[in-house]
């Protein structure tokens, strides 16, 4: 399957908006004022800033094609959305409605961040324009919230 660059931004848009429909609904899971609860409502509120990013990418920018035109880079980007935890809709709230504890939804978490850094990693490395930038900003941000999610998996 060929994803147009629209097309690709959209799956991008709604991985985020997954997120956030996770991280709010296990962030209520958790009940009481802690630090985890704090952890997802802060992930939440910066899914909305990344949907923010990309929406600005498909009414700012020229659509591009990521060059994907070849086969093999067009099947590695399906496998990467189609595999993405939260690449389909709805994803976000099924999967929040099935978690059992803080520890679960913070191993999911975790699986969400780094899914959505190979995503995009693979998006920005086709990107042609100055929306490489903001992809890249992504990224970093998504890195640095798959570490803040290990510390509170680690303790550390």
């Given at each position: 399957?060929?994803?147009?660059?629209?097309?690709?931004?959209?799956?991008?848009?709604?991985?985020?908006?997954?997120?956030?429909?996770?991280y709010t609904n296990?962030?209520?899971?958790?009940?009481?004022?802690?630090?985890?609860?704090?952890?997802?409502?802060?992930?939440?509120?910066?899914?909305?800033?990344?949907?923010?990013?990309?929406?600005?990418?498909?009414?700012?920018?020229?659509?591009?094609?990521?060059?994907?035109?070849?086969?093999?880079?067009?099947?590695?980007?399906?496998?990467?959305?189609?595999?993405?935890i939260f690449g389909?809709?709805?994803?976000?709230?099924?999967?929040?409605?099935?978690?059992?504890?803080?520890?679960?939804?913070?191993?999911?978490?975790?699986?969400?961040?780094?899914?959505?850094?190979?995503?995009?990693?693979?998006?920005?490395?086709?990107?042609?324009?100055?929306?490489?930038?903001?992809?890249?900003?992504?990224?970093?941000?998504?890195?640095?919230?798959?570490?803040?999610?290990?510390?509170?998996?680690?303790?550390?």
């Amino acid at each position: 399957m060929y994803y147009t660059g629209n097309e690709i931004v959209e799956i991008a848009v709604r991985i985020e908006e997954n997120g956030y429909t996770f991280y709010t609904n296990v962030s209520e899971m958790t009940g009481k004022e802690n630090d985890i609860k704090h952890l997802f409502l802060d992930l939440a509120e910066k899914e909305i800033q990344h949907m923010a990013i990309f929406q600005k990418l498909l009414e700012k920018y020229e659509p591009e094609d990521y060059a994907m035109a070849n086969e093999d880079a067009s099947a590695y980007i399906s496998h990467l959305a189609e595999s993405h935890i939260f690449g389909k809709p709805e994803a976000g709230m099924k999967l929040a409605k099935t978690i059992k504890s803080p520890k679960e939804a913070l191993e999911i978490a975790l699986k969400f961040e780094n899914d959505s850094v190979a995503f995009y990693t693979e998006l920005a490395g086709r990107a042609k324009t100055d929306s490489k930038k903001l992809i890249r900003q992504i990224i970093e941000e998504e890195k640095e919230h798959a570490a803040e999610i290990s510390r509170f998996l680690t303790g550390k």
